[in-house]
């Protein structure tokens, strides 16, 4: 997928999961804008930071055969969720955090299968 087409579907999945938790308050995005900024602002990090961060946990990331992965993609989650404003866009526990990173690559996966096989 393109970048911008990634940044799209990230703003629509962080309004979808945040609507599915509404009720819960763990996971909170004020409004589309701040669903947009939040996606570009994950777009940045994963650009900027995620490859520094695997880098330094590469063994852990061996030893626990790939799981540990989840773990950066919180972390990055939670970074965006700071530079973006607690306000706006928060997730109300770590475990919430990883459950969304969780989510968010798998539905990033298929829907990066869809645009692929439709490309051909």
């Known amino acids: 997928m393109r970048f911008w087409q990634r940044v799209l579907v990230d703003a629509i999945l962080f309004i979808a999961l945040a609507g599915f938790y509404r009720n819960s308050g763990s996971f909170v995005v004020s409004n589309v804008w701040v669903a947009l900024g939040a996606s570009l602002v994950l777009a940045f990090l994963n650009a900027s930071i995620k490859p520094f961060l695997q880098l330094i946990s ?46 968010m690559s798998i539905l990033n996966a298929i829907i990066s299968n869809y645009f692929i096989r439709s490309a051909k």
């Open 58 to 103: 590469l063994p852990i990331t061996i030893l626990t055969l790939g799981l540990f992965s989840i773990v950066i993609n919180a972390l990055i989650l939670q970074l965006t969720s700071v530079l973006v404003g607690p306000t706006n866009f928060y997730f109300s526990s770590f475990g919430m955090t990883m459950w969304i990173a969780i989510l």
